[in-house]
């Protein structure tokens, strides 16, 4: 065995590396904010929410592009939000311990980390192709797909918290299981559904590639889910790349509105968690 | 009384008394039933579109598409080759430097970090992971490939460039966009899923254990390496799986650094390609019902069958910890 000098060496200097590296992590998280601060506040302006895209060159905002995002981020949630919680309700009261619910929720966790530039391949085939063109029907519905898994995890995760006890004694009143669940376990669990629903939002909130291949992306005013539609993050993505300054501007505008909600949302939610562990 | 109360009357008794649930109930019990059997459905169509999708192109160009690495729009011969090559590279860089930062930072959480600190700081690590890769695609172009084309690269290519065996590894023109920006970014992304999972492992690791090695004079270094990490190595290696399973589907970010260059080279500082990156970025030129259009579907396909054995595999890993 090492002298104790030295095992004290070693230990000090893993205790210094592992703090260097936390450190680390957080100067990447503080780098990445303030290059977003740093070329988002000067682009952004009352023209950003107020004028849709326009030419190079010609002023123009983000208008069309955060009112789409938020009418597929609507869609989506008013679709994959009552599946989500239904599923996550099997998964916790009439699945447990059952193989078809250890199936259930593997599928789940695989949709829950699956690439999500698979499921607008999946969407461009199953929505896009059949019915002749990209549509905000087609980009509601890849993000439905990025809600679901969120929702059905939380909504899980949260009712296994709620004690047996409470189901039994509603039980034994003699109500039925939809009763229990509507009245008695989702109540009790409701502010982490709704913590794991506003999660969703802010994951939803951020994808890019899903939206590729369904919603397309639209430089007019388009509020039809009949048709192409404009999004926050794919504006961003033509943005960024393209050669005009004044579009790299709004780019980072665009960069900064949405990093500062996801990251709002996330913090909100995780103090209602930490509240209910 | 009761005699003359016949079987039907009783029966309707009993009914009278739970009106709510004869009917409602099934129907609830089964919307539930049918929500969970949804998802698995959802999973078998998304293969199945994907699958039948590219099929075509398996057909056109047999099982060598798989490994062949022509990617020729203009003559419409293609090969999935490069790209597969690029995904499992760039991944397992990504995978190679957020490792031991994961296994660092884990360390410091859980053991080294005063009690008060230790929940903000895991939040904010964490929101590393709650960035859209947007994001990190954009602030990875602007602000990291400027940075490693002026001051990282040309150093490393001028040291290690000519060094036998790994010197092919840093070879090449600086450019700052490549397979290791791609990989550094995509540390960075993965780095906060597996340092949660690493804390929950080593959370979980008997209290009693670690005192029994503090009480024979081992030190926190020794308690964390040769107690914990054993203890929860198989979770561990689920949750590395798990990152890397990230990793192989980012696309985003990749698309925005890597380069999308459509050739192979062992070099960290060449442009390559990702399955994902290249589905993205060619996407806009394949028209429908196109052979280019097939052969991305097919490209889908294989990245959906990689990163499902992976996360599957990840998944059974972490489920049976210790």
């Known amino acids: ?277 | 009384m009761d005699a003359t109360l016949s079987g039907t009357q009783a029966d309707s008794l009993v009914a009278a008394r739970k009106p709510t649930g004869r009917v409602s109930d099934p129907v609830f019990v089964g919307l539930l039933w049918g929500c969970g059997i949804f998802v698995l459905i959802l999973l078998g169509l998304i293969i199945a579109m994907l699958f039948e999708g590219g099929l075509p192109a398996l057909r056109e160009f047999g099982i060598s598409f798989l490994w062949s690495t022509t990617w020729n729009p203009v003559t419409e011969r293609f090969g999935a080759g490069v790209m597969v090559f690029g995904t499992l590279f760039s991944a397992v860089i990504a995978v190679v430097i957020a490792l031991p930062l994961s296994f660092g930072i884990a360390f410091f959480l859980t053991e080294i970090a005063p009690g008060p600190l230790r929940r903000p700081i895991g939040v904010a690590i964490q929101l590393l992971a709650a960035v859209p890769s947007i994001i990190y695609g954009m602030w990875g172009f602007f602000v990291i490939v400027p940075l490693m084309a002026a001051y990282v690269q040309p150093p490393l290519i001028e040291w290690l460039g000519p060094l036998p065996l790994i010197g092919a590894l840093f070879q090449g023109p600086p450019l700052g966009a490549g397979m290791l920006t791609a990989g550094l970014i995509m540390a960075i992304m993965i780095l906060p899923f597996i340092t949660a999972m690493f804390v929950e492992v080593l959370e979980s690791v008997p209290p009693m254990i670690k005192e029994s090695a503090y009480g024979v004079g081992a030190t926190t270094y020794e308690v964390y390496r040769n107690v914990s990490v054993p203890y929860g190595r198989t979770a561990m290696v689920g949750a590395v799986m798990l990152g890397l399973g990230r990793a192989l589907g980012e696309t985003m970010a990749v698309t925005f650094v890597i380069g999308n260059a459509t050739r192979m080279s062992a070099s960290l500082f060449a442009p390559g390609a990702t399955i994902a990156s290249t589905i993205a970025n060619e996407f806009p030129e394949a028209s429908t019902g196109s052979l280019k259009l097939q052969a991305l579907l097919q490209l889908g396909f294989i990245l959906f069958v990689i990163s499902f054995i992976v996360l599957a595999l990840s998944r059974m890993l972490v489920r049976t910890k210790g």
């Open chain 1, 1 to 277: 065995m090492a002298s104790l000098a030295r095992r004290r060496a070693t230990d000090y200097a893993a205790k210094a590396i592992s703090t260097g590296f936390a450190a680390l992590s957080l100067v990447f998280l503080a780098w990445i904010l303030w290059t977003l601060l740093a070329r988002g506040l000067p682009a952004l302006g009352p023209h950003v929410f107020t004028q849709i895209t326009a030419p190079p060159g010609a002023g123009g905002g983000l208008l069309n592009a955060i009112v789409g995002s938020l009418i597929q981020i609507g869609v989506a949630l008013a679709i994959g939000t009552p599946v989500g919680l239904l599923c996550g309700t099997f998964l916790a009261e009439n699945g447990r311990g059952t193989h078809i619910g250890n199936c259930v929720r593997f599928v789940n966790d695989v949709l829950l980390s699956a690439p999500s530039i698979l499921i607008g391949l999946f969407v461009y085939q199953l929505l896009v192709v059949p019915f002749g063109g990209f549509s905000g029907w087609a980009g509601a519905m890849a993000l439905a797909i990025i809600v679901i898994p969120v929702v059905v995890r939380t909504t899980e995760d949260m009712l296994n918290l709620v004690p047996i006890g409470l189901r039994e004694a509603a039980f034994a009143l003699g109500a039925p299981q939809w009763k229990v669940v509507t009245f008695i376990t989702w109540r009790a669990a409701r502010a982490g559904i709704v913590t794991g629903i506003l999660l969703a939002v802010a994951r939803a909130a951020g994808e890019t590639a899903p939206l590729l291949f369904t919603s397309l992306g639209n430089n007019g005013w388009s509020i039809s889910l009949n048709a192409p539609m404009a999004s926050l993050p794919i504006a961003i993505y033509q943005y960024a790349a393209s050669p005009f300054e004044d579009w790299v501007a709004l780019a980072w505008a665009g960069a900064l509105i949405i990093t500062v909600g996801v990251l709002t949302l996330n913090i909100l939610s995780r103090l209602v968690l930490a509240k209910m562990k």
